[in-house]
């Protein structure tokens, strides 16, 4: 997948399923909820977990088994991709480590398809793995981590390492003008995480921001989507 469905208004993606404080994040039930809701995106974490299967997580996991009996296991990345499949609604899978990076990537394209989902990553070498063996997908490099945030303003040597087809950025770098640049060299933007009203307003005013990552999706649609005016029938 080399491009996502082009929309006048920014895409919105579902942050860890998008819970909004009523689903464990990254929980199967935030997903299904998210996809019910009718989000153009969902976006969840992927490690691997100890018995070698691809779990939803966000941290690094471990199996605490009889030592806390009442820790929950992660989903399944095959769950996860089972809840999207045959929706309107795209995954946005966010790789959290490194080696997996191919593996995850068919497994996704072989519940989803090439254009059902895209992937992000902090790792220069991941998008160039990807790249290199799968140059179909979407691969977004994510910048915004580094501290401070200015230091991945110009990421031009990242990118032409790296060759991302469109970058995931932290929304205060991409209003300290990364989006203006990327959106000179044809790069698209997915800014992440918006959560205030007037963070997701701005994200729907920005006519250069092809996506964004939120926990409020709801809210964030209701602005974007407004119900329809119901006018009294004529007596």
């Known amino acids: 997948m080399t491009e996502c469905d082009a929309s006048p208004r920014p895409l919105i993606s579902a942050h860890r399923g998008g ?9 199967l039930e935030a997903i299904h909820a998210a996809v019910q809701l009718g989000v153009d995106l969902i976006e969840f974490d992927v490690r691997r977990a100890p018995d070698g299967s691809f779990v939803i997580v966000h941290d690094a996991y471990r199996d605490r088994g009889a030592r806390d009996r009442g820790a929950e296991r992660p989903p399944s990345l095959r769950a996860a991709l089972e809840a999207i499949r045959g929706t309107r609604t795209k995954a946005h899978v966010d790789l959290k480590e490194t080696g997996d990076e191919v593996a995850i ?28 063996k799968m140059p179909h997908l979407a691969v977004a490099l994510s910048l915004g981590k580094v501290h401070p945030l200015l230091a991945e303003l110009f990421p031009s040597g990242r990118i032409a390492r790296c060759s991302p087809t469109m970058l995931a950025v932290n929304h205060h770098l991409a209003r300290a003008g990364l989006l203006r640049w ?6 698209r933007v997915l800014a992440w995480t918006l959560n205030t009203p007037r963070q997701i307003q701005w994200a729907h005013n920005e006519p250069r921001l092809w996506a964004f990552t939120t926990d ?20």
Not at 19 to 27: A, D, K, L, T, V
Not at 106 to 118: A, K, V
Not at 218 to 226: E, V
């Open 19 to 27: 819970p909004e404080g009523i689903h464990r994040p990254n929980s």
């Open 216 to 235: 409020r999706p709801r809210y964030a649609l209701s602005l974007r989507d407004p119900a329809p005016v119901r006018h009294p029938t004529a007596v």
């Open 182 to 187: 990327a959106h000179e060299r044809g790069l």
């Open 105 to 132: 990537a068919r497994m996704c394209e072989r519940y989803l398809g090439s254009d059902g989902f895209f992937l992000t990553t902090l790792e220069d070498e991941s998008v160039r793995v990807l790249r290199a």
